[in-house]
């Protein structure tokens, strides 16, 4: 099931990567970097829970595309929810601590229970195909040009006259 999010809808959010609940994403070849709580708590609940697919920034970086997942946090019982997302580039190094800039444009799906990590695993490679071909396209394409990535940029050299 797809749905695009209406036009005008897209969102940004940037916050600090924190350490997640160590369900092991990395070893599953898909680590997925946590913003922080209060910035989450800042997301309006109009916001559906499920897999975006948009663009990400970290620190002085190139803008690489990034599958997001929205949902509840199992760390605090699912009272507060959790963004994940994984940047489709390879990092030397973590990247804790750094601010995380997302451009979220298209809703993909809704949250999935698996009943076996092959599924879980299947699935997640497939949001990722179909996340390459989406933001392969010219529309999405251009938006990685967003100001919003070149304020997360220059915002780095606070202080500056
Ligand atoms: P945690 O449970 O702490 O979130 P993960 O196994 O999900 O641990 O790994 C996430 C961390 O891995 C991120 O916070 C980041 O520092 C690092 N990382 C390295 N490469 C990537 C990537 N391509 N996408 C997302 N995070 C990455
Ligand atoms: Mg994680």
């Known amino acids: 099931m797809v749905f695009e999010l209406r036009p005008g809808s897209l969102f940004y959010i940037a ?18 970097a946590n913003l922080d709580t209060y910035t989450v708590s800042q997301l309006p609940s ?7 697919f948009g663009w990400a920034k970290v620190d002085e970086h190139r803008v690489a595309k990034t599958v997001v997942s929205i949902g509840w946090n ?7 929810r959790s963004v994940e997302a994984h940047l489709m580039r390879t990092f030397q190094e973590d990247f804790y601590d750094s ?3 997302l451009l979220l444009l ?10 076996n990590l092959n599924d879980l695993i299947e699935c997640i490679q497939d949001d990722i195909r179909q996340a390459t071909d989406y933001l ?5 394409s251009r938006l990685k040009d967003t100001p919003w990535f070149s304020a997360s940029a220059t915002s780095t050299e606070n202080g500056m006259p």
């Open 74 to 80: 199992p760390y605090f019982k699912n009272s507060t």
């Open 15 to 32: 916050g600090t990567v924190v350490h997640g609940f160590g369900r092991g994403s990395k070893q599953l070849g898909i680590p997925t």
């Open 136 to 140: 392969n396209q010219p529309e999405p």
């Open 99 to 101: 601010v995380l800039h």
């Open 46 to 52: 109009s916001v559906a829970n499920g897999i975006y």
């Open 106 to 115: 298209k809703y993909h799906r809704p949250e999935r229970d698996f009943y």
